[in-house]
């Protein structure tokens, strides 16, 4: 099924992805009720690496049901947070231990080159934990005097508590597979949350081997559930289902909205990470060198497939053509290539719908008559490679600026000096995510950063994730923050005690 000693892995890896993979329910690795699988494919070439279990709606509700035994009863609601915060330390440490197995796992499944998974999505998966572990003991309420106008003469003792949330439905799309897991597994488990994690159709392989280190870790049965499967199925049954208390997805603005539906019905609470077109503001006094380097990788790390990058570059006139010819250098040097091959800079889209689609909205974009300084098309060969792609000469109406791409694709946008206009053309999106400004002056940089309608706003600098650091997004990006002390806001509720002395 898959050619692992051509490409050279772990034979860990190999070992593990050439396994069944089944779903995580109550503490077993089981089957899907219907005995179905789907294939997992390396999109480096198109060839299926896995089976997987393909879960559905019987398999959600017997693994919400195991997730709420473990919330109610049992070692989970008994443990005290500094237990609770050792374990999710344990699955922080398991993680680094196994940071070159994760890292090769991750670049077959999802296409990253290999360099990138090591430095970036394995670290910071395990620092996610390890920051989160720390916040277990820390989760208080607060006293408050108060007057009660209406009863004068009685004296009261009012509190605060914050309490988990309860059973948490968590589904988490392809960009950052594992990364993505431990945003949202980190949070829950450190507030005492159980879980029912969706992976990715496409990426899938990650979290199930993170499963396994849970269990290494010593997390009770039931606290996460991972089923595999398809969004419409698994994951809609999962949005909608009537034993999950709360709903935290990150994907596209459009399936947030259905999950907005899905919970409507018994008003689960939401949180959502959701898409981006996000714009980078660069001046003329930006120091050149360093806004050509950052604004290429705004765009162009994991292939444009992130949900910030930055895929609108606003330049200043009078250094547009020396900043955007830096940017279209940096395009063409790109080494592309598959994930695991350790000279790859960047690798193929994660899937052929994903392919199809960066090269729909490529065609779309050259029709309407914007013109390409680099790249501009697809690689020939197997695999779902597509250029680094520098558009110029684009309309505001195009919909290369108005959609997400979600690929290599950044459109350069001159303006004659910084104004309102500029602002508003930045800020003239359904989204706002993430937006990046360039410049030596420090008093415009604040300024700018403080007309962007971002979640997220960095200045001289890019995609600087950490897991202190609030993430989430502005009108149609989302609903809530990630990381940092906000996500234990996210997995918790207030109540209010009062009682009568
Ligand atoms: P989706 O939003 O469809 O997928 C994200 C997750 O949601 C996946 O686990 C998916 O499952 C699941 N899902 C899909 N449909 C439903 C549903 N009806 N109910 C519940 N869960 C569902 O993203 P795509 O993979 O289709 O990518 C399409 C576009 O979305 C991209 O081109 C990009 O623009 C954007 N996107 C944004 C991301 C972000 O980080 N903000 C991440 C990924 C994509 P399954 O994989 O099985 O479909």
Not at 33 to 54: C, D, H, L, R
Not at 73 to 96: A, F, Q
Request: hydrophobic content about 45%.
């Amino acid at each position: 099924m898959f050619a692992a000693a051509e490409i050279g892995l772990d034979e860990r890896v190999t070992r593990f992805v050439g396994e069944r993979h089944r779903l995580l329910i109550g503490g077993q690795w089981v089957d899907a009720a219907t005995g179905k699988t789907f294939p997992v494919y390396n999109p480096a070439s198109g060839e299926v690496i896995a089976q997987v279990a393909e879960g559905d709606r019987e398999d959600i509700d017997r693994a919400v049901k195991a997730a709420r035994r473990a919330f109610e009863s049992g070692p989970w609601p008994r443990l005290t947070p500094s237990d609770r915060g050792r374990l999710v330390w344990k699955l922080g440490d398991l993680i680094l231990e196994h940071l070159e197995e994760l890292a090769e796992l991750e670049s077959w499944d999802n296409g990253k080159p290999i360099r990138v998974a090591r430095a970036a999505d394995v670290p910071l998966a395990a620092d996610l934990f390890h920051y989160m572990a720390g916040w277990a003991t820390k989760i208080e309420g607060n006293t408050i005097s108060i007057s009660v106008p209406y009863a004068p003469e009685a004296r009261f003792h009012a509190y605060t508590l914050r309490e988990p949330v309860g059973v948490v439905g968590q589904i988490i799309p392809w960009n950052f597979p594992l990364l993505m897991a431990a945003w949202k597994l980190g949070p829950a488990l450190a507030t005492g949350c159980t879980v029912v994690l969706k992976p990715a159709e496409e990426t899938p392989l990650s979290a199930l081997r993170l499963g396994e280190l849970i269990q290494e870790a010593g997390f009770p049965d039931g606290v996460v559930n991972i089923v595999t499967g398809f969004g419409e199925t698994a994951g809609a049954a999962l949005a909608a289902h009537p034993g999950i208390d709360k709903v935290a997805f990150t994907g596209s603005t459009e399936v947030g909205k259905l999950i907005v539906q899905a919970a409507a019905n018994d008003l689960k609470k939401v949180s959502l990470e959701l898409g981006g077109k996000s714009p980078n503001v660069v001046l003329h006094d930006a120091d050149l060198d360093l806004a050509v380097a950052g604004t290429a990788s705004a765009i162009f790390f994991n292939h444009g497939q992130c949900c910030c990058a930055g895929s609108r570059l606003f330049v200043e006139e009078s250094i547009f053509d020396k900043l955007v010819g830096g940017v279209a250098d940096e395009a063409k040097k790109i080494k592309v290539g598959p994930g695991l091959d350790p000279n790859t800079q960047m690798g193929p889209m994660v899937s052929e719908t994903q392919y199809n689609r960066v090269c729909g909205y490529l065609e779309a974009g050259l029709s309407e008559g914007a013109k390409a300084v680099a790249g501009g098309g697809k690689l020939s060969g197997k695999g779902y490679f597509v250029e680094p792609t520098v558009l110029v000469d684009t309309k505001p109406d195009m919909k290369v600026i108005r959609e997400e791409i979600f690929g290599p694709v950044v459109a350069a946008i001159p303006f004659k000096e910084l104004d309102d206009d500029v602002i508003k053309a930045a800020n003239d999106t359904i989204y706002g995510l993430a937006a990046g400004v360039w410049t030596r002056d420090i008093s415009k940089a604040h300024a700018v950063a403080g007309k962007l309608k971002a979640g997220t706003v960095w200045i001289n600098c890019y995609n600087i994730f950490d897991a202190a650091l609030p993430f989430g997004g502005y009108k149609q990006s989302g609903w809530g923050r990630e990381m940092g002390h906000d996500a234990i806001d996210l997995y918790t509720q207030k109540k209010a005690v009062c009682a009568a002395l």
